[in-house]
């Protein structure tokens, strides 16, 4: 059977490990919070794509005995990131230990009760207000790199919504945000910003 969605797995991983290089060396230069959690957020990312692209058919075919804890793997980077972005939005300490906890108590549910798909929705939850918070900074601040890094974002999500119906189309959505966030990470913005 053929691997359907196997390159824009493969491209999504290798994307987010060249990117989390990229970060990191520009954490090393500027110490800044936000770079590291974007590094940790591109790490655990492009592990979880890997692991996802070793469990197919084309390589160990274990892809349904560890669909659960793909999905789970898929949720501790968006949750990562939605706990930092709403720091630094000074969203109170509360809020962010209350998000937390509740998604630690439903991934428990989840796990004794893996048919309701708690893990499935949460994430999708968690996805959204990332993509929100990033639009609202790209709209607050200009930063094109929120706007490019929610679009990623929207196309992840929309490639996950569409799984069902065909594997080939969330690889195609994982592709171009691989050639999204690669370009949006790598520089080139910057050197065509200059130039005009």
């Known amino acids: 059977m053929v691997c359907e969605n196997c390159f824009g797995l493969i491209s999504i991983s290798i994307a987010c490990f060249i990117i989390c290089i990229l970060l990191y060396r520009g954490y090393q230069q500027e110490r800044n919070q936000f770079t590291l959690y974007m590094v ?3 790490l655990i990312a492009g592990a979880g794509w890997l692991f ?10 274990i892809y349904e005995d560890v669909k659960n804890f793909l999905i789970f793997v898929g949720l501790i980077p ?26 630690i108590i439903l991934s428990i549910i989840h796990l004794i009760f893996p048919t309701l798909r708690i893990l499935t929705i949460v994430s999708t939850v968690i996805i959204i207000l990332n993509i929100i918070l990033f639009i609202i ?10 706007l490019l890094f929610s679009i ?13 119906v065909s ?5 195609i959505f994982l592709t171009l945000t691989a050639v999204i966030w690669i370009v949006t ?5 910057e050197k065509l910003t200059k130039r005009e």
Do not use: C, H, P
Request: overall charge positive; aromatic content about 12%; proline content about 0%.
């Open 40 to 42: 940790l957020f591109f």
């Open 52 to 61: 996802w692209f070793l469990s197919t058919d084309l390589v160990l075919n």
């Open 78 to 103: 968006q949750l990562i990131l939605l706990i930092f972005v709403l720091t630094f939005y000074e969203i109170s300490l509360l809020v962010r230990v209350s998000i937390l906890m509740v998604t």
């Open 137 to 146: 900074n790209w709209r607050k601040n200009q930063d094109l790199k929120s």
């Open 152 to 164: 990623g974002l929207a196309l992840i999500l929309l490639g996950e919504a569409l799984i069902s």
């Open 167 to 171: 594997r080939l189309l969330q690889g």
């Open 185 to 189: 990470y790598s520089g080139i913005i």
